[in-house]
């Protein structure tokens, strides 16, 4: 509340005042110059990337030892990770999809939330409460750092389907661990996955169903989407990003210098 009328005054004075903007998607980028009225020329994209020396393909035994922590089984388990609200990260509508698999198709995997809670948590935890499914979806709470990636490694798929994000970095984490995700098609994600076929409308229970049981029953299908999102994670590296942030620096220095 207080922050929010906060922003709506700074950020627009901030950006005006600033020489260059540097932002994490072209996403971000477009509502910057709609919403901010900036010059485009003003803003330049610096993609977000991963620690590639932690969010990175395990082997199937380093990654059972830490899943047994949390009384987990390899590839046993569908994952979302980040805060738990509502409606915002849409968890609800993952978490509808899900039930209705356990109920109509029989499924057998697990549903892990990984996060801490946020606005209006309690939808969620309330809703997960009245379901006869609500012993197979396990909420973590927030994990050690160390662990994460393992989670990320060991899950069969990754649900995304955050309503608005400026880049969605946990997509991303569990495509550089070699596991495959489902995300919206709105917001940044179609510009994070590209060509991927792993978007589907963010408020579509079916073509949310349709896409994870298509993933869950046919193995070479979902072997095939894991294999191209590693691929597709490669292409962001913190080196590149830092180079744009240092050409931004330099240009900088050389306005004042004048």
Not at 218 to 245: G, P, T, V
């Amino acid at each position: 509340t207080l922050r929010m009328i906060y922003r709506k005054i700074s950020d627009p004075l901030l950006a005006h005042r600033s020489d260059f903007i540097m932002t994490v998607s072209q996403s971000s980028a477009r509502d910057i110059i709609k919403y901010l009225h900036v010059k485009e020329s003003k803003v330049l994209v610096t993609p977000n990337a991963t620690n590639k020396n932690k969010f990175k393909l395990y082997n199937d035994e380093s990654v059972q030892l830490i899943l047994n922590k949390y009384d987990l089984s390899f590839k046993e388990y569908l994952l979302f990770v980040g805060t738990i609200d509502f409606p915002g990260k849409n968890i609800k509508v993952i978490l509808e999809a899900f039930f209705e698999l356990k109920e109509k198709e029989s499924i057998t995997e697990k549903l892990v939330i990984i996060g801490k809670k946020g606005h209006n948590a309690e939808v969620i935890f309330d809703y997960v409460d009245k379901s006869p499914y609500k012993d197979q979806v396990i909420f973590t709470g927030y994990l050690p750092d160390e662990d994460l990636p393992y989670l990320y490694a060991g899950a069969k798929i990754m649900l995304y389907l955050s309503l608005y994000e400026g880049f969605g970095l946990p997509v991303l984490e569990a495509m550089s661990c070699g596991t495959p995700v489902i995300c919206s098609n709105t917001s940044c994600f179609p510009e994070i996955v590209e060509e991927l076929d792993v978007c589907v409308s963010p408020n579509d229970v079916n073509a949310v169903k349709e896409k994870t049981v298509k993933l869950i029953k046919d193995d070479k299908y979902r072997n095939e989407i894991a294999e191209q999102c590693y691929k597709k994670s490669i292409k962001y590296n913190w080196k590149d990003s830092a180079k744009l942030y240092n050409q931004v620096f330099e240009q900088t220095i050389e306005k004042y210098k004048k």
